[in-house]
């Protein structure tokens, strides 16, 4: 019985080794062995074998169904339809697939496991959702965009009729719906301009600039800018500031911007200037352009002494021959530095001695 025993236990031993090498080397039929995903060692191609003898081929630009078959214990037959069939010697393990072709080229597919082809489901779960949250977000936006038009439109049409007011509120309602639209908050800045509300206008002119808006739109947000500290009470830091926006809005294409810029850098004629009133010649320039804007005008010349009719000296200034856009005829005006800037900006057409309190000569 005790030598019975022992055969039985040496059997089972021998039993249980040769079921583990079963488990390494894959004892099962290769038509089994073969079943399930694999992939190639740079994860780049994979290869899901099928009971009913299909196989899907997948890689880089996208996913083939093709056939296969065990021609014999040792060789294996693949069919891609339009790219070929070829045969290969092969060996399976449990855990690796050798594919040898014809042509010596070697092949070799690691099987993925359960637990990695949950994850490729959660991966693709994961990037679905991500592109349905996509498209959901894009239609929200394309709506949102409608709608916020709809106000710009409506601003747009108050624009046209001078109704700063309400123009104001439609631009404001778009904003509230479309932040990111730097037109709107440049045409709210103009209307802001209109209504003498400075403060208001740069903050709107400067998130315009803050965002996707185009080159034109941004030089005439900046040409604004330029616009409203040149019409400031005259200190040196809303000329800098004036002149800087100039500059920036000149090099966007502005030309009207540019036509300021030439307007100050006109070389001044001066009869022994004192040494601050060059830089003054140039803002009167800069200020005769800004009243009568559209109107054409030509330097005579500025002078320390200006002499009127070359007869009476009147003090520092320049000499200004306008030209009206409608054809009246050219009005000689003179602008006085000494009385710069205390000028009625709102009142045109008038001799500058008028505009500064005093009776012509």
Not at 20 to 47: A, D, H, M, Q, Y
Not at 152 to 170: C, I, T
Not at 340 to 347: T, V
């Amino acid at each position: 019985m005790n030598f019975a025993n022992g055969h039985f236990r040496v059997l089972l031993a021998f039993l249980l080794i040769f079921s583990g090498l079963c488990f390494l080397i894959s004892c099962s039929s290769p038509e089994k062995s073969i079943l399930g995903k694999w992939r190639n060692s740079n994860n780049k191609e994979t290869v899901d074998f099928f009971e009913d003898g299909t196989a899907n081929f997948s890689g880089e630009k996208g996913t083939m169904v093709g056939k296969y078959r065990f021609v014999d214990k040792e060789h294996l037959l693949i069919d891609i339809g339009m790219y070929g069939t070829n045969i290969f010697s092969f060996t399976i393990t449990n855990k690796e697939l050798h594919l040898n072709g014809e042509d010596g080229k070697n092949l070799v597919y690691y099987r993925v496991t359960k637990k990695e082809i949950e994850e490729e489901k959660e991966r693709a779960r994961i990037k679905v959702a991500q592109e349905q949250e996509r498209i959901r977000l894009e239609t929200e936006r394309k709506k949102l965009a409608e709608e916020a038009k709809k106000h710009a439109d409506l601003g747009n049409m108050f624009l046209k009729q001078q109704n700063w007011k309400d123009s104001v509120e439609e631009y404001s309602k778009a904003i509230n719906i479309d932040d990111s639209n730097g037109e709107s908050f440049a045409k709210r800045g103009y209307c802001y301009r209109m209504m003498k509300k400075y403060d208001s206008a740069i903050n709107d002119f400067q998130k315009s600039l803050d965002t996707q808006y185009n080159r034109n739109g941004k030089a005439n947000s900046l040409y604004n800018m330029g616009y409203i500290f040149s019409n400031q009470t005259y200190d040196k830091q809303n000329f800098d500031k004036a002149k800087k926006y100039f500059i920036q809005s000149c090099d966007l294409g502005n030309k009207e911007a540019c036509t300021i810029l030439d307007v100050g850098k006109i070389k001044i004629k001066v009869d022994n200037p004192a040494k601050n009133e060059t830089k003054s010649f140039n803002v009167i320039l800069s200020t005769v352009y800004e009243i009568w804007q559209g109107d054409s005008f030509e330097v005579s010349g500025c002078a320390s002494n200006l002499k009127l009719n070359n007869t009476k000296d009147v003090g520092p200034g320049c000499q200004i021959v306008l030209h009206p856009q409608n054809n009246e005829e050219p009005d000689i005006q003179f602008w006085l530095l000494d009385k710069f800037p205390d000028l009625d900006k709102n009142r045109r057409g008038t001799t500058i001695f008028t505009i500064l309190g005093r009776e012509p000569f």
